[in-house]
């Protein structure tokens, strides 16, 4: 065949399809959402947050096409509850997950998959049913809902499981603890279109092949992160702008356990530190965390493969003429952890921030938050002040969903709280029209912490103990000027007594 004439097919079939992307960004009116939201990430660990030593290229270059907050906060220092505070639109003082509460033990410790022994019944306390979360609100309103990555929001068989909870198609996690073994032996699933009647478990038949510790747990291949990504790309390929959709990728990267396929992405990183600096972890079968001669190297390849894989996102949304017209944030779950081997210090060498995962202090909550939306977000940097239970409203916001308080509030529940303001105004560039909180607040049982942010001033109580600090002269929290201000500590203290609604399951000690 004549060059000329391939040439010419070639032309005709790119101007077509840039016809069709051009249709397809002009056909929806409703933004099409994209949450991204990954596992123990600490502010201090992105490029464009400063981070040295890792490679984070995609979501370097998102923070420059989007807003980059530098003052966003999790719902809570833990998984559970902060995603709680994401999914009910309440702070962790009203919503009814409060910690990272299980459901398995050794009594259900039965389960065989090969000649591994597993749990029978997994998961998390589960969400309140008469209160609505995010994918119930967007389903009622015409929204094609996927959620991929880590549940967490109710055990196998409770009245909350993502088939309940107005999700379209699930693949992954239920159970966090689950999620420590990278190569698990099963992972959960559900499809409404398909007909399923709930989440089910799909056995990884070749990871059930070999043992989940020791040297033979190297021989497992079904690497769950990445078949998680590859189903939520597979959902999203489906997507069109024939009905708008939302998408929440809980994935579950970088989280312990410190371990992946060793690919390019991993061996990057094997010789970059020097053997002086490498850290050696011996494992933790208890936690289900394998050991790893590599942890630094294991952690930092861990981060570019999930910064390969939002990458991988975003060039779909633009393949299919959907970008403009589709809303992607990127934010952690809560700070870093020291788990599994996960060495925060070594790689958040400032010490900008105090804590880690578990506390109050601003490592623990201040997580990094990147929206982007081609055409309608311009570039710029916010200091915000808003945590997660402020996406709600956002989120209706954006999708054009009005009153969603009037429309979904429970009569049958005294107070069937939402505690957040809408960041839509910021997200536009009107910060002029942005309502911003009074105070904000968490509270963890774990640890026994409470925390309340009002504008500058900081509060941490520590097991009654209220300690105060000024993020304005002081972001590490090292100066305790609790005696100094002690008209402070009592409003800040009226504040948290306001707030906080007692827990039968996670209990903390209030401010004395």
Known sequence: ????????????????????????????????????????????????????????????RMASEGIRFTQAYAGSPVSAPSRACFMTGQHSGHTLVRGNKEYWNNSNLNMKYGNNTDYSLVGQHPYDPDHVIIPEIFKDNGYTTGMFGKWAGGYEGSVSTPDKRGIDEFYGYICQFQAHLYYPNFLNEYSRSRGDDGVKRVTLEQNI???????????????????????????LDKQSA??????????????????????????????????????????????????????????????????????????????????????????SDNGPHEEGGAD?????????????????????????????????????????????????????????????????????????WFDGISIYPTILGRDSEQQKHEYLYWEFHETNMMGLRWGDWKMIVRQGNCELYDLATDIHEDNNVAAKYPEIVKQMKEFILKEHTPSQYFQVTLPR
């Open 209 to 235: 092949q070999h043992d989940m510790y020791g040297d033979d747990y190297n021989n497992r291949a079904q690497y769950s992160a990445d078949l998680i990504h590859e189903k939520a790309m597979e959902w």
């Open 242 to 331: 024939d009905k708008p959709f939302l998408g929440i990728f809980t994935y579950t990267l970088p989280h312990a356990e410190l371990r992946q396929p060793e690919d390019s992405i991993y061996t990057a990183y094997v010789d970059k530190f020097c053997e002086c600096e490498e850290k050696i972890f011996g494992g933790d079968q208890g936690s289900r965390y394998n050991p790893t001669d590599h942890a630094h190297a294991q952690f930092a390849g861990m981060i570019t493969r999930l910064d390969q894989q939002v990458g991988q996102i975003l060039d779909l949304l633009e393949q299919k003429g959907l970008d403009k017209n589709t809303v992607v944030i990127f934010t």
């Open 1 to 60: 065949m004549n060059n000329n004439i391939i040439f010419s097919a070639i032309g005709a079939l790119a101007a077509a399809a840039s016809t069709n992307a051009q249709a397809a960004q002009e056909s929806s009116t409703r933004p099409n959402i994209i949450y991204i939201m990954c596992d123990d990430m600490g502010y201090g660990d992105l490029g464009c947050y400063g981070q040295q030593f890792i490679s984070t290229p995609r979501i370097d």
């Open 344 to 416: 925060p210090t070594f790689f958040n060498r400032d010490g900008l921030l105090k804590g880690t995962k578990r506390s109050t202090h601003e490592g623990g909550i201040r997580i990094p938050f990147i929206v982007r939306w081609p055409g309608t977000v311009q570039p710029s940097t916010s200091d915000l002040q808003f945590a997660f239970y402020d996406l709600m409203p956002t989120f209706c916001d954006i999708a054009g969903i009005e009153n969603y308080v009037e429309r979904y509030s429970n009569p049958a529940i005294e107070n069937d």
